[in-house]
């Protein structure tokens, strides 16, 4: 049975993550995409540097090995995919519903790693949901979105994938041994590390002194914030497959912003893509799973 708080985190997960593509959108629109990135991972690490500096003492070398590790994959990778796609021109709503292809790798591979079986349920649901991410991308293909710019969201849901099944790995058996503050603090800062780096190399590190600059990465920043946080309380408490799931119901909500903020134009491929993928998260959720195949 779902409980008053696992609904207020869902809700509050789906709203805040597709926040995540609307700032991306925004700052497509006031600086190239890896300085925006850049500082918006190191304002974040700046706000969460308290929790970093209690992080220092309670990591071991194993627990920093790790930490790197997610934070390349979830939040360097994954953010660099959806912020290089908005530059590309691949719609808010469209990056979303690409990138919410996770849940069909992430809940196969999770009841696969669990020995569990897949049902017919979650076989109809992965097929449902890639069928409207499909259904979609067609649709911004044939208005001039180039094929190349489909693969960044792409790009970005593999590696958030990926992150999630180590995430949840890792964090087991004892899940909360380090807190997601400073969680998110330790990542801020390898991330701020790793892009910083890049930007001085490629001369993009200099931002921009204008309003729209910082309104955008301020946006980044609460949004990135909230949206991670929320994800990671999901994940340890109701399950990875449970947390990626949900992000099928992204889309729809970050299409509507993106058309009532942006006026980006909402495609009849769109509209039947985005209905499709939402019945899939009723499908996924609702099929059950049985017990280990094997011991």
Same mark, same amino acid.
């Given at each position: 049975?779902?409980?008053?708080?696992?609904?207020?985190?869902?809700?509050?997960?789906?709203?805040?993550?597709?926040?995540?593509?609307?700032?991306?959108?925004?700052?497509?629109?006031?600086?190239?995409?890896?300085?925006?990135?850049?500082?918006?991972?190191?304002?974040?690490?700046?706000?969460?540097?308290?929790?970093?500096?209690?992080?220092?003492?309670?990591?071991?070398?194993?627990?920093?090995?790790?930490?790197?590790?997610?934070?390349?994959?979830?939040?360097?990778?994954?953010?660099?995919?959806?912020?290089?796609?908005?530059?590309?021109?691949?719609?808010?709503?469209?990056?979303?519903?690409?990138?919410?292809?996770?849940?069909?790798?992430?809940?196969?591979?999770?009841?696969?790693?669990?020995?569990?079986?897949?049902?017919?349920?979650?076989?109809?649901?992965?097929?449902?949901?890639?069928?409207?991410?499909?259904?979609?991308?067609?649709?911004?293909? !044939?208005? =001039?979105? /180039?094929? @190349?710019?489909?693969? +960044?969201? $792409? &790009?970005?849901?593999?590696?958030?994938?990926?992150? *999630? %099944?180590?995430?949840?790995?890792?964090?087991?058996?004892?899940?909360?041994?380090?807190?997601?503050?400073?969680?998110?603090?330790?990542?801020?800062?390898?991330?701020?590390?790793?892009?910083?780096?890049?930007?001085?190399?490629?001369?993009?590190?200099?931002?921009?002194?204008?309003?729209?600059?910082?309104?955008?990465?301020?946006?980044?920043?609460?949004?990135?914030?909230?949206?991670?946080?929320?994800?990671?309380?999901?994940?340890? !408490?109701? =399950?990875? /497959?449970? @947390?990626?799931?949900? +992000?099928? $119901? &992204?889309?729809?909500?970050?299409?509507?912003?993106? *058309? %009532?903020?942006?006026?980006?134009?909402?495609?009849?491929?769109?509209?039947?893509?985005?209905?499709?993928?939402?019945?899939?998260?009723?499908?996924?959720?609702?099929?059950?799973?049985?017990?280990?195949?094997?011991?």
């Amino acid at each position: 049975m779902t409980t008053k708080a696992s609904l207020v985190r869902t809700v509050a997960l789906v709203l805040v993550w597709s926040s995540g593509f609307i700032g991306a959108e925004l700052g497509a629109r006031a600086a190239p995409p890896a300085t925006l990135l850049t500082w918006r991972f190191l304002v974040t690490a700046a706000v969460l540097l308290p929790w970093l500096l209690r992080a220092v003492d309670r990591l071991d070398r194993r627990g920093w090995m790790h930490q790197v590790v997610l934070a390349l994959l979830c939040q360097c990778l994954y953010l660099a995919g959806v912020f290089w796609a908005a530059a590309a021109g691949v719609p808010a709503g469209t990056s979303a519903l690409v990138a919410s292809l996770q849940p069909a790798l992430v809940l196969a591979a999770t009841l696969v790693l669990e020995g569990r079986r897949l049902q017919l349920g979650h076989v109809a649901g992965l097929v449902l949901g890639s069928a409207g991410v499909a259904l979609t991308a067609i649709g911004d293909l !044939r208005a =001039g979105v /180039a094929l @190349a710019a489909l693969v +960044l969201p $792409l &790009t970005a849901m593999l590696s958030l994938s990926a992150g *999630t %099944l180590l995430q949840q790995r890792w964090s087991t058996p004892s899940p909360e041994s380090i807190p997601l503050m400073e969680t998110l603090a330790v990542q801020a800062v390898v991330s701020a590390g790793f892009c910083t780096a890049y930007t001085a190399v490629v001369g993009e590190l200099t931002p921009p002194m204008t309003t729209e600059f910082w309104t955008a990465t301020a946006w980044a920043v609460l949004a990135g914030i909230g949206a991670y946080g929320l994800y990671y309380v999901v994940t340890t !408490r109701d =399950g990875a /497959a449970r @947390a990626s799931t949900l +992000l099928y $119901l &992204t889309p729809a909500t970050t299409a509507l912003w993106a *058309t %009532l903020m942006f006026g980006q134009p909402l495609r009849l491929t769109a509209v039947i893509g985005l209905l499709v993928s939402a019945t899939a998260v009723v499908v996924l959720t609702r099929a059950p799973t049985r017990a280990p195949a094997r011991v």
